[in-house]
């Protein structure tokens, strides 16, 4: 945002806010704000309306049993009796905004996200994030008994949310329950190409999974490194002395995500399968995405906050607990990477930004490590 002046306000935020002090069933009056959306209509801020009109501008919104009711110009509405009222004179009103990449209370590398489903979501809530997607991680492969187990540790949600669901294997089940669920209304499923030895899975699984998306109308989602060449780079790393923090982003470089985000593509189109490469950090990656969309492909880039925000140098620091904080697969890249990357964004190169939030603390980093006693243990 270019202009300075003001705060921002989210609708969202100020509903919750509301709701401490009067039922859901009370009115709420927003009056004054300066509203920000993606387009001139307000179709996608305001869904209950059928002729909604411009929507930027200084504005007042009516909210009624939790939907927006009412988007005028100042002076055309008053607030009802009893109405909740926020001046929001001065500041920016947007939509609540959408993570749609998160890893709450996520069992990976001996540890477990520390970032449960209420901690979580309450700190999204206060940065004006409303509602967000995770990633529901299959139990011993079997992704029916991943979901009730997420399901359980989402009874503590205090936010909407929805799921997405990991693939890491594949067997003659597998399709069936893609299909079961489906039907519970998760529609998008996570292959990885990396994690030799955990979550990867084989071209030839990959294959089959997108082939069961295509055919049952889902939507593939790729994490997008090359396993087997990242193996090969972690030894390298091991063999020349460097095992700290610093030796994951050297094993895993930018040309190794823009293999496998290539290759994913292709793949796809082979099976004709809707693509959602997820996390992109680098150029090359952001360039397969690119050009693939240029074809007529169906594929969606999505960024993360970290890859327009921050650069590799943190990973050298000297003092393990910073270093280890910036460890992430794919690795945060340089300086040249993330400017590129987020003009991407900014451009329609890439569609989507998240998060990707998985949180593991220091403690948990130098638990992860110490069995290797290397970088390669680092939860993330």
């Given at each position: 945002?270019?202009?300075?002046?003001?705060?921002?306000?989210?609708?969202?935020?100020?509903?919750?806010?509301?709701?401490?002090?009067h039922?859901?069933?009370?009115?709420?009056?927003?009056?004054?704000?300066?509203?920000?959306?993606?387009?001139?209509?307000c179709?996608?801020?305001?869904?209950?309306?059928?002729?909604?009109?411009?929507?930027?501008?200084?504005?007042?919104i009516?909210?009624?049993?939790?939907?927006?009711?009412?988007?005028?110009?100042?002076?055309?509405?008053?607030?009802?009796?009893?109405?909740?009222?926020?001046?929001?004179?001065?500041?920016?009103?947007?939509?609540?905004?959408?993570?749609?990449?998160?890893?709450?209370?996520?069992?990976?590398?001996?540890?477990?996200?520390?970032?449960?489903?209420?901690?979580?979501?309450?700190?999204?809530l206060?940065?004006?994030?409303?509602?967000?997607?995770?990633?529901?991680?299959?139990?011993?492969?079997?992704?029916?008994?991943?979901?009730?187990?997420?399901?359980?540790?989402?009874?503590?949600s205090?936010?909407?949310?929805?799921?997405?669901?990991?693939?890491?294997?594949?067997?003659?089940?597998?399709?069936?329950?893609?299909?079961?669920?489906?039907?519970?209304?998760?529609?998008?499923?996570?292959?990885?190409?990396a994690?030799?030895?955990?979550?990867m899975?084989?071209?030839?699984?990959?294959i089959?999974?997108?082939?069961?998306?295509?055919?049952?109308?889902?939507?593939?989602?790729?994490?997008?490194?090359?396993?087997?060449?990242?193996?090969v780079?972690?030894?390298?790393?091991?063999?020349?002395?460097i095992?700290?923090?610093?030796?994951?982003?050297?094993?895993?470089?930018?040309?190794?995500?823009?293999?496998?985000?290539?290759?994913?593509?292709?793949?796809?189109?082979?099976?004709?399968?809707?693509?959602?490469?997820?996390?992109?950090?680098?150029?090359?990656?952001?360039?397969?995405?690119?050009?693939?969309?240029?074809?007529?492909?169906n594929?969606?880039?999505?960024?993360?906050?970290s890859?327009?925000?921050?650069?590799?140098?943190?990973?050298?620091?000297?003092?393990?607990?910073?270093?280890?904080?910036?460890?992430?697969?794919?690795?945060?890249?340089?300086?040249?990477?993330?400017d590129?990357?987020?003009?991407?964004l900014?451009?329609?190169?890439?569609?989507?930004?998240?998060?990707?939030?998985?949180?593991f603390?220091s403690?948990?980093?130098?638990?992860?490590?110490?069995?290797?006693?290397?970088?390669?243990?680092?939860?993330?």
């Amino acid at each position: 945002m270019s202009r300075s002046t003001g705060f921002l306000l989210l609708v969202g935020i100020a509903c919750a806010h509301a709701a401490i002090h009067h039922s859901h069933d009370n009115d709420l009056f927003i009056k004054g704000g300066t509203t920000v959306s993606t387009s001139d209509e307000c179709i996608s801020l305001l869904p209950s309306l059928e002729q909604a009109g411009h929507c930027e501008g200084v504005r007042d919104i009516l909210i009624q049993g939790g939907k927006i009711t009412k988007f005028e110009k100042p002076g055309v509405i008053e607030a009802p009796e009893g109405a909740y009222v926020i001046d929001a004179s001065g500041k920016y009103v947007f939509p609540g905004g959408i993570d749609p990449h998160t890893h709450l209370e996520m069992p990976f590398m001996g540890q477990q996200a520390c970032d449960d489903f209420q901690s979580g979501q309450e700190a999204a809530l206060a940065g004006g994030t409303t509602f967000h997607i995770d990633f529901a991680l299959p139990v011993n492969g079997d992704i029916l008994a991943g979901h009730e187990m997420y399901k359980e540790k989402a009874a503590k949600s205090v936010m909407d949310y929805g799921f997405h669901m990991a693939i890491t294997t594949w067997n003659d089940k597998m399709g069936a329950d893609m299909k079961t669920l489906a039907d519970r209304g998760i529609n998008s499923f996570k292959f990885f190409l990396a994690y030799k030895g955990a979550l990867m899975v084989t071209d030839e699984q990959f294959i089959a999974g997108m082939q069961v998306c295509k055919d049952e109308g889902l939507v593939a989602m790729v994490h997008a490194e090359n396993g087997d060449a990242v193996a090969v780079g972690q030894k390298r790393m091991i063999d020349a002395g460097i095992t700290g923090p610093e030796g994951h982003p050297l094993s895993r470089p930018a040309i190794l995500e823009g293999e496998a985000t290539g290759r994913a593509i292709r793949l796809a189109n082979f099976t004709g399968a809707p693509l959602y490469v997820v996390h992109v950090m680098s150029i090359d990656a952001m360039e397969e995405v690119e050009r693939a969309r240029e074809r007529g492909m169906n594929v969606i880039g999505e960024t993360v906050a970290s890859a327009i925000t921050q650069e590799e140098s943190k990973v050298w620091d000297p003092d393990f607990k910073i270093a280890a904080q910036y460890v992430m697969s794919p690795p945060i890249r340089s300086a040249e990477h993330r400017d590129k990357v987020k003009a991407g964004l900014a451009t329609g190169k890439l569609q989507l930004i998240a998060t990707d939030h998985a949180v593991f603390n220091s403690t948990q980093k130098e638990a992860g490590e110490a069995p290797k006693g290397d970088f390669r243990g680092l939860p993330h």
